[in-house]
């Protein structure tokens, strides 16, 4: 979840409110905004901290579970309203959840150099960031609830547990619990979000966990080193490169296997040609980690796109 490339010297954000002081100064030689010194104009300066607190939410991770969320919404049969409630509840956990990190991490993404950190590089500072994260937490409360009541209270559990592993369980070897909580609370949502609050199957909790899991191991694959430097000792980080990457196949393959064969009956023909395509993927993504850092992980969301079509065809709530 964090960048390993080398950053400009944080304090970047302050520079221009420097030079607007000292233009400010300047007897009408030059507009407030701007100073002969080249600093950044004020409306350029609330532009830049508009970005940055938008690149501090993990705007990719964030996208694609929201997205995630509202296929599950939609292909559950809840409707546009419904699902756009759903959507919104997703989006506001997830916007807290990435804000939360930045904000956390900022010191020591500085310290360590860390480039597209913008809480840490001077971008925009912590405390909004911290600010924002509250913010859209305080929003996620009555959206999650107005799924339902049990329907709110799974989303917002697995909220804290992303929460919990900002502040604490990413460096220690439980790093990979609240992956497997939020990945499997996603279609549990969605299904006690439905009227009548059926409860979810089985399989597509498991097999959510499962892909949770695995995506802890994607996403953190390619900064292993870094992050060890840092001080962060998760569960990838104490397997090492190798050894994630020898795991990571497992738990893909595994939440395959459990959608295709987990509903009753024999698995038909769409359920084994998944489960070949997926191994496929699975195997080729780690395989090829050394030539492309995030090979893994794209392998990782193809065998998840190709979950989630298999999951949606089964439904997510049942008996």
């Known amino acids: 979840m964090d960048a390993t490339d080398r950053v400009s010297p944080a304090g970047a954000g302050t520079a221009g409110t420097a030079g607007t002081a000292g233009a400010a100064g300047t007897a009408g030689a030059q507009p407030v905004d701007a100073d002969p010194a080249g600093a950044v104009p004020a409306e350029a300066g609330r532009r830049g901290r508009v970005m940055g607190l938008a690149l501090a939410c993990h705007p990719g991770p964030a996208l694609a579970v929201t997205a995630l969320g509202c296929t599950l919404a939609l292909g559950s049969g809840l409707g546009g309203p419904r699902s756009a409630l759903v959507t919104a509840a997703v989006l506001t956990g997830q916007l807290s959840v990435g804000w939360c990190n930045d904000a956390y991490d900022a010191r020591r993404d500085a310290d360590a150099g860390r480039r597209g950190k913008p809480a840490a590089d001077g971008t925009v500072e912590a405390r909004a960031v911290w600010a924002a994260a509250a913010i859209a937490?305080?929003?996620?409360?009555?959206?999650?609830?107005?799924?339902?009541?049990?329907?709110?209270?799974?989303?917002?559990?697995?909220?804290?547990?992303?929460?919990?592993?900002?502040?604490?369980?990413?460096?220690?070897?439980?790093?990979?619990?609240?992956?497997?909580?939020?990945?499997?609370?996603?279609?549990?949502?969605?299904?006690?979000?439905?009227?009548?609050?059926?409860?979810?199957?089985?399989?597509?909790?498991?097999?959510?966990?499962?892909?949770?899991?695995?995506?802890?191991?994607?996403?953190?694959?390619?900064?292993?080193?870094?992050?060890?430097?840092?001080?962060?000792?998760?569960?990838?980080?104490?397997?090492?490169?190798?050894?994630?990457?020898?795991?990571?196949?497992?738990?893909?393959?595994?939440?395959?296997?459990?959608?295709?064969?987990?509903?009753?009956?024999?698995?038909?023909?769409?359920?084994?040609?998944?489960?070949?395509?997926?191994?496929?993927?699975?195997?080729?993504?780690?395989?090829?980690?050394?030539?492309?850092?995030?090979?893994?992980?794209?392998?990782?969301?193809?065998?998840?796109?190709?979950?989630?079509?298999?999951?949606?065809?089964?439904?997510?709530?049942?008996?």
């Not at 738990?251 to 987990?262: D, I, K, M, R, S």
């Open 137 to 319: 937490l305080a929003l996620c409360v009555p959206l999650s609830l107005a799924c339902g009541a049990l329907a709110g209270a799974v989303h917002l559990a697995a909220v804290a547990a992303a929460w919990l592993y900002n502040l604490r369980l990413k460096a220690t070897a439980l790093s990979w619990l609240p992956y497997v909580a939020g990945f499997g609370a996603l279609p549990a949502a969605v299904a006690l979000s439905l009227p009548g609050g059926p409860w979810p199957r089985w399989w597509t909790v498991s097999a959510g966990a499962l892909l949770g899991f695995a995506a802890h191991l994607a996403d953190t694959l390619p900064d292993i080193a870094a992050d060890r430097a840092a001080g962060i000792r998760g569960l990838p980080h104490r397997l090492g490169a190798r050894g994630t990457r020898l795991l990571l196949p497992v738990p893909l393959l595994g939440a395959t296997a459990v959608l295709a064969f987990g509903p009753p009956g024999p698995p038909d023909a769409g359920g084994a040609a998944a489960l070949v395509l997926a191994g496929a993927v699975a195997l080729a993504g780690p395989a090829l980690g050394r030539r492309w850092r995030k090979a893994a992980l794209a392998g990782a969301v193809a065998v998840a796109a190709v979950d989630l079509a298999l999951l949606l065809a089964r439904g997510v709530a049942g008996s």
